[in-house]
């Protein structure tokens, strides 16, 4: 308590925004540059029950409703906020209101006229977008001042129970109001394309590599993005409104999931397990407690918002744990690989400052303009990227160890296609040694084999000592290569004989001792004719 007081004081310091008690109207002038803060313009109302805008009219101008504090931030709060406050425009121009806050459940506007409260415009997560008087992805309204010259007094109702509300309020010209809006998409488009890039090239180099750890990481870009998009409004009103157990809690929901595949990727990226085993059971407890709130949270929604400043004490608590313990594995890393630590330190530190200021900025303990949700946003695309250029050398290293391995492997190939032929030149040695031919089912002396003729895929063995021929499912090619050149040779292309039985030579014919004639092919002519006979004739 003494710390959140200390926050308090600090902020009161340094200048916050407030909800003054004793709000004066704000006139915006002809020079009036926006954007302008309207807190110090403002008188907050907070009430338990469901009222109508007439009745809390009735009720401010009794003089009995005491005003809310004097801080933009209310932290958790079970109640409506009603906000009070006068404008007068000296240039009869349109102006743009715009609540800083993307995830306010419903906002309400109303404009005091004859003392009576007349519907502006209503917002919020609650409302598709086209529900929204201003399609916008937080709530913004346009005022008119025709009908006012004097000056406006204006209600609004802000609707963020079960939660943390926050309320920042900006006026802003359409002209500079839509100019901030463009350069805003273009910033926000640059962050989720980073965050989906990494998210595609990780999904890739997981399916490609085959490693865990880029599923990992692939999951946290995921996830951090549907944080990104859920901080800064696009993911509730396009996604899921009316449905307020997730409308209101996406951005820690994505935060669980995130850290679940943050945690194991921590872990792989270190080897924890093999390095350092007492941290890595730490960060195994606190990702088994973070996927039973994760269940939890989707089996008992209701139970969850019931209890959620406990909840998000105990996620948060968990977040600070996890965040120390990464930064031990980093710490301990970096003298063995400072380049491969030295990212992920880098995205530690941001992680040291993006959760400790979540944590403040929830509980109503910091005014969330010191820094403003674009630092948020811009604190977590820098972490995301810093977790990328480490897992860009995880990346490279992977690489290079598969490189040396297919280079091993090719080489191990040709080894191994070595020693095959070496064993079997070695076998065919050892049978001429023996003198024999081996098939498969047969086993014969060459000086039996008178000649060899193909018949389809089967060859037929014609031997001295035998009247028929041996059948055999073999190939020519394989048999002249098996059979040695001083005993054999080929007369055709289905035929080869044994040059012992040969007894003449022809034309385009040789003859065997016993009368069997053979023909000779073309091909096989030249080598032939040369040969001389072993057998007299």
Not at 4 to 30: C, D, H, R, T, Y
Not at 31 to 39: C, E, H
Not at 379 to 396: D, H, P, R, T, W
Request: charged share 20%; with cysteine; net charge neutral.
């Amino acid at each position: 308590m003494r710390w959140a007081k200390l926050l308090l004081f600090i902020g009161m310091a340094v200048g916050w925004p407030s909800a003054n008690s004793n709000a004066e109207a704000f006139v915006w002038k002809e020079n009036t540059q926006g954007p302008i803060a309207l807190n110090a313009h403002l008188s907050a109302y907070a009430t338990p029950d469901e009222l109508s805008a007439e009745q809390v009219w009735a009720r401010i101008q009794s003089g009995l409703w005491p005003k809310q504090g004097d801080t933009l931030n209310a932290g958790f709060t079970e109640s409506f906020y009603w906000l009070m406050f006068q404008l007068k425009n000296e240039t009869a121009d349109p102006l743009i209101l715009e609540v800083k806050n993307p995830q306010i459940n419903l906002a309400e506007l109303y404009r005091i006229t004859d003392g009576v409260p007349v519907h502006v415009g209503r917002a919020g997560d609650e409302l598709p977008l086209s529900q929204h008087t201003n399609p916008n992805r937080r709530p913004v309204f346009q005022l008119d001042f025709l009908e006012a010259p004097d000056g406006q007094t204006y209600l609004l109702l802000l609707d963020k129970r079960h939660s943390s509300l926050q309320f920042p309020m900006d006026l802003w010209s359409p002209t500079e109001f839509a100019r901030s809006e463009f350069w805003g998409l273009v910033a926000h488009g640059v962050i989720l394309s980073l965050m989906g890039l990494a998210c595609l090239l990780s999904i890739l180099l997981a399916i490609n590599l085959k490693r865990t750890i880029f599923w990992y990481y692939a999951g946290y870009s995921l996830f951090s993005g549907i944080y990104v998009l859920a901080t800064i409004g696009y993911l509730y009103v396009l996604f899921h409104p009316q449905t307020p157990e997730w409308t209101t809690y996406t951005r820690p929901v994505s935060l669980v999931l995130g850290w679940i595949c943050l945690l194991p990727f921590s872990r792989h990226y270190f080897q924890a397990g093999k390095n350092w085993p007492v941290v890595n059971r730490v960060i195994v407890f606190i990702q088994g407690v973070f996927v039973i709130l994760f269940v939890g949270w989707g089996l008992f929604p209701q139970l969850y918002i019931e209890h959620i400043p406990v909840v998000l004490s105990v996620l948060y608590t968990l977040l600070l744990v996890s965040a120390m313990a990464i930064g031990v594995l980093a710490l301990r890393d970096f003298g063995k690989n400072r380049l491969r630590a030295g990212f992920f330190i880098s995205a530690f530190l941001t992680m040291l400052i993006i959760t400790p200021l979540g944590i403040v900025v929830e509980y109503g303990w910091l005014d969330p303009r010191i820094f403003g949700v674009h630092a948020l946003i811009q604190l977590v695309s820098l972490e995301v990227i810093f977790l990328a250029s480490g897992l860009f050398v995880q990346f490279k290293k992977i690489w290079r160890e598969r490189g040396d391995l297919r280079d091993a492997s090719v080489e191990a190939r040709i080894q191994v296609k070595r020693l095959e032929q070496e064993l079997q030149q070695k076998k065919v040695e050892q049978k001429i040694s023996r003198g024999v031919w081996e098939l498969r089912n047969h086993e014969l002396s060459w000086e039996a084999i008178r000649y060899i003729s193909v018949d389809g895929h089967y060859l037929e063995v014609y031997c001295a000592d035998k009247n028929r021929p041996l059948i055999e499912r073999y190939r020519m090619s394989d048999a002249q290569s098996e059979l040695p050149e001083e005993h054999f040779m080929r007369i055709h292309r289905g035929v080869i004989v044994g040059k012992k039985y040969v007894s003449s030579v022809g034309s385009n014919e040789v003859e065997l001792e016993d009368g069997t004639r053979l023909q000779v092919s073309k091909s096989y002519w030249g080598k032939v004719k040369s040969f001389k006979p072993l057998i007299a004739v």
